[in-house]
């Protein structure tokens, strides 16, 4: 059993994105791009800078450094620095630059500290037993600059991520020495300069690999379908290669909806002579999310296909509306023929809900025949068929990471498929239909698509101060974005405005 207002629902749901998917789609075009600004490569940068320096330090290098010189007078001097621990990382500047050979990032005027043991040991034969001392030192590089280059491509509809070039610089080091005679190694113990420095280079150029190793699975254990319900899911495998341009990086993703069972090409109506395009009047925002019409028509032909509308109504608000009684002065042969029955509508769409989106609302039309149907008893009896165009506009807008909106109806035109009870007066049925549509069903269906449905983000990221474009066949979102790393009220996310 369903109420009108259910129909209406389903019918408007299609209006609004990332939640029903594609019956109609193939799964190497996209019909939703995604583009990163320079503004947004920065802000993605600036998180691996940090997410590589807390992943980083501490960071214990893994060798002791070991050094022994034959010294007039002294004899043999051995000297060793070990437990050598980064412990601190600062970055004064970093950049990030996109070519053809792919993803560069720059940290430049970097500052590292370190402490470690040192200890000192000779003897001679001026003095028949070993002299030896030790203690603790800190030191600091200074001057770093660390740059890697990134290649991103397509696999299989995920991300891949690899490492096409790494390295990291030390210009300077300082080594103050702490406990003993301190003062009087310290001389000895600059020579381990050039060694630590070797030493720094190598352990965060090895660090850096492991990081990209781990963002690369990261990016490939992304899924494919994002779930909507028990029956849809949204398509986002990439299609093709990111585009890099000098200021920003594009990416195209199926983006229709599916079953999760079939697939079927988007028909020739609704398929566009290219992939979307991504265009923000304001392009100091960081992100731009494009969706072609035939994502919104791929919800509709799903739940069409999949027999989600078809209805039977037999509660409405005012239910003397379901009553021969309540229609004696609309339809008089009806209440006639059968005095005080309780009526059904039966609900059907011919065809599914058609979306058009123009550079100032999206619009659909809807082709549905409603069946009255006069109970008597245990027996439904159908006594005539109305064949329904209804025409709406919707509004929409962007609630967190959802798309949502509201809908208004702007047209309800009507037709006799057939009557068992002879000719209906449509002009005197038109008006009680209008008031079931507007007072029942609108209101009922912008409870629910106030709620919104979710749009292709990863998870962390929150959309900030977002605005909607409407285009030829597209919507497109622009917006900035926040990251939190998880949902710990004590984690305090990263905010960009």
């Known amino acids: 059993m ?5 129909f209406f629902v389903l019918i408007f749901s299609t209006f609004l994105s990332s939640q029903a998917n594609n019956l109609h789609r193939t799964q190497d075009e996209s019909f939703t791009s995604i583009l990163v600004s320079q503004n947004g490569l920065d802000f993605v940068k600036d998180l691996l800078v940090n997410e590589a320096i807390s992943s980083i330090i501490p960071l214990q290098l893994p060798a002791t450094i070991e050094k022994s010189a034959r010294i007039p007078f002294l004899g043999n001097v051995h000297m060793v620095i070990s437990n050598v621990t980064i412990y601190k990382i600062d970055v004064l500047a970093s950049y990030v630059k996109l070519g053809n050979s792919g993803i560069a990032i720059v940290a430049s005027g970097t500052t590292c500290n370190l402490t470690m043991n040192w200890h000192y040991s000779y003897s001679s034969w001026l003095v028949p037993i070993e002299i030896s001392d030790g203690g603790r030192a800190s030191v600091e590089v200074e001057g770093m600059e660390v740059g890697l280059t990134l290649g991103l491509e397509n696999h299989e509809g995920t991300l891949k991520l690899s490492l096409l070039e790494s390295g990291c610089y030390v210009k300077e080091i300082t080594i103050k020495l702490d406990g003993g005679a301190s003062w009087l190694y310290q001389g000895m113990i600059n020579a381990f300069e050039e060694q630590i420095g070797s030493a720094v280079e190598s352990a965060i150029t090895n660090k850096l690999k492991d990081g990209i190793l781990k963002l690369d699975s990261f990016l490939q ?13 949204l398509n986002v495998s990439f299609v093709e290669n990111p585009q890099l341009s000098s200021s920003s990086i594009e990416f195209d993703i199926n983006g229709l909806f599916t079953d999760g069972k079939t697939v079927q090409p988007v028909s020739n109506h609704y398929r566009q002579a290219s992939q979307p395009s991504v265009f923000c009047t304001d392009q100091s925002k ?6 072609d019409e035939a994502v919104f028509n791929s919800a509709s032909a799903l739940y069409y296909d999949a027999e989600f509308m078809e209805w039977i109504v037999d509660k409405v608000p005012d239910q003397a509306l379901l009553n021969t009684a309540g229609w004696r002065f609309i339809i008089p042969q009806l209440y006639k023929k059968y005095p005080n029955d309780d009526m059904n509508l039966n609900i059907s769409l011919s065809s599914p809900p058609v979306i058009r989106i123009s550079e100032h609302n999206i619009g659909a039309s809807v082709y549905a025949d409603v069946i009255i149907d006069v109970v008597e008893g245990s027996q439904v009896i159908p006594v005539a068929c109305i064949s329904l165009v209804i025409r709406g506009t919707g509004s929409v807008k962007i609630m967190g990471n959802n798309l949502g909106g509201s809908v208004k109806l702007d047209d309800l035109a009507m037709s006799l498929k057939w009557s068992k009870i002879g000719n209906l007066r449509m002009y005197l049925i038109q008006p009680v239909m209008w008031t079931l549509v507007q007072t029942v069903g609108i209101p009922y269906a912008n409870s629910y698509l106030g709620k919104g449905f979710p749009l292709p983000i990863i998870h962390g990221f929150t959309l900030q101060n977002a605005e909607i474009i409407f285009s030829s066949s597209q919507v497109t979102v622009c917006s900035n974005v926040s990251y939190s790393e998880s949902d710990d009220l004590n984690q305090v996310p990263i905010h960009i405005k």
């Open 286 to 291: 960081m992100l731009g999310i494009s969706l």
């Open 221 to 233: 254990s992304l899924p494919k379908e994002i779930p909507v319900d028990d029956n849809a899911s």
């Open 2 to 6: 369903a109420s009108l207002a259910f």
